[in-house]
């Protein structure tokens, strides 16, 4: 399927509102023809921050499912940032995850395949990306997962 758009209906997926930033930076940035995205973090879809450490306060599934989120917010940057045309996006380039977890949790990148699984069910072929999951102590306003991206533009 060529058409972005009729792949997020196909899925049934409702892209969420894009968030302004909430410090001293931007939400996007287009430096040629790459596209930053700032950090996105894990907030359910009634615009609720999905808080905790995973491994403590959730589990792999919930963590899985906040990463999700976060991939979801990313796109709704994606989309804000191409005027609402996501076809304009060549490939994601990176991801990078950061998952609140405990010490002995080990299994930061299955969180992270919920932000990976939803851009490249997405996307398809462009969604493909290298990336990085990290283990971190915390993360701002205690949510449990934060995922940033880098895209190509036509």
């Known amino acids: 399927m060529s058409n972005i758009d009729d792949n997020?209906?196909?899925l049934n997926i409702i892209l969420p509102d894009p968030k302004g930033?909430?410090?001293a930076y931007v939400a996007t940035k287009i430096v040629g023809k790459i596209l930053f995205i700032s950090g996105q973090v894990s907030i359910d879809k009634n615009a609720k921050l999905i808080t905790g450490k995973i491994g403590?306060?959730?589990n792999l599934q919930q963590g899985y499912m906040a990463a999700e989120r976060c991939g979801l917010s990313i796109i709704a940057h994606v989309?804000?940032?191409?005027?609402g045309d996501l076809n304009k996006i060549k490939t994601c380039v990176k991801l990078t995850g950061y998952?609140?977890?405990?010490?002995?949790?080990k299994d930061q990148p299955k969180i992270i395949n919920g932000a990976s699984d939803i851009i490249a069910k997405i996307f398809e072929k462009k969604g493909e990306h290298t990336r990085a999951a990290v283990s971190v102590n915390s993360?701002?306003?205690?949510?449990?997962?934060?995922v940033d991206a880098i895209f190509e533009l036509i």
């Open 99 to 105: 998952v609140n977890s405990t010490d002995d949790f």
């Open 79 to 83: 989309k804000k940032a191409c005027n």
């Open 21 to 23: 930033p909430v410090g």
């Open 8 to 10: 997020l209906k196909k």
């Open 56 to 58: 403590k306060d959730l």
């Open 139 to 146: 993360l701002p306003l205690g949510v449990a997962v934060e």
